[in-house]
């Protein structure tokens, strides 16, 4: 099974609706997609139009527990964060490898950096999502210069909330651009419709099929499918680096 991770700088920057949406997209592809959620509190289930009164299965709990949206299979483990033994754990159990028919999108808050960061060498791909902001700004070269070298080759970013009818969200882009090159492998509009859509309790996709940051993350979604193939290699979207570096000739 390949393995996903959706992460970010901070807080409420749209990790876990990317983790969802990425997670419908590679569905829709016609993968078998678990996510698994490791956040305390937990708002995974509302992106798929779930009561938020649910709680999610354990990962290890048997499949007559499962907890499935559109075939979906949404998971919780708050545990993986503070236990060393979760990484050799699935490895044993088979996960992180490689191909695009099993899926599992791991949501982790950006509070748990130090979990994405031990989880992150194995993955397939992972996601980190950036809101055009001046605070994200402030801390982009600080967690750029603490990562590692492999960390930053299997890293993808996306910024998300963006609203290019703001000059200073236009300009914080154009900043995380320069800074993260090719590896910027997509924006997502700022878009109502996406917390409408939670106080609706409805999936986006059912409450506005034609949202901007709906498009948006769904396109991300399937720049991503190519990751699913490389397993514990380096990986950036190609289409990114071709179009920055014909850019960057012209
Ligand atoms: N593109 C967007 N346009 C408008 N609102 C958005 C967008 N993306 C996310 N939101 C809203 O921002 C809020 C935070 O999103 P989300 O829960 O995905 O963030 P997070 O990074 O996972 O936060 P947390 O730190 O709580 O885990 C939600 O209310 C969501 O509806
Ligand atoms: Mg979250």
Redesign the pocket.
């Known amino acids: 099974m390949a393995v996903i991770v959706c992460h970010?700088l901070?807080?409420?920057?749209?990790?876990?609706?990317?983790?969802a949406h990425l997670a419908m997209t590679l569905s829709e592809a016609g993968a078998e997609v678990t996510v698994l959620s490791v956040?305390q509190?937990d708002?995974l289930p509302l992106?798929f139009g779930l009561q938020p009164a649910l709680t999610l299965p354990s990962l290890f709990a048997p499949a007559e527990d499962a907890v499935l949206a559109s075939g979906i299979n949404l998971r919780s483990h708050t545990k993986a964060v503070d236990d060393a033994d979760f990484v050799p754990t699935l490895l044993d159990l088979g996960y992180f490898e490689a191909g695009p028919d099993r899926v599992m999108v791991i949501?982790v808050?950006?509070?748990e950096f130090a979990f994405a960061r031990r989880i992150i060498p194995h993955s397939s791909a992972n996601l980190c999502?950036l809101n055009a902001a001046p605070d994200t700004l402030a801390l982009l070269p600080q967690v750029l210069g603490d990562a590692s070298a492999e960390t930053i080759a299997r890293t993808t970013f996306a910024i998300?909330?963006l609203d290019e009818t703001r000059r200073l969200s236009r300009h914080s882009a154009a900043f995380i651009r320069e800074l993260v090159g090719p590896r910027l492998i997509g924006r997502?509009?700022?878009?109502?419709a996406?917390?409408e859509a939670?106080a609706m309790l409805q999936p986006l996709a059912r409450y506005a099929p034609s949202s901007a940051?709906l498009a948006?993350v769904r396109a991300i979604g399937a720049a991503m499918v190519p990751a699913l193939e490389t397993p514990g290699r380096p990986w950036v979207a190609r289409g990114e680096i071709a179009a920055a570096s014909s850019s960057r000739a012209a």
């Open positions: 970010g901070k807080g409420g920057a749209g990790i876990t609706f990317a983790a956040a509190r708002t992106h949501d808050p950006a509070s999502v998300n909330a997502i509009r700022l878009d109502e996406v917390p939670i940051a948006d």
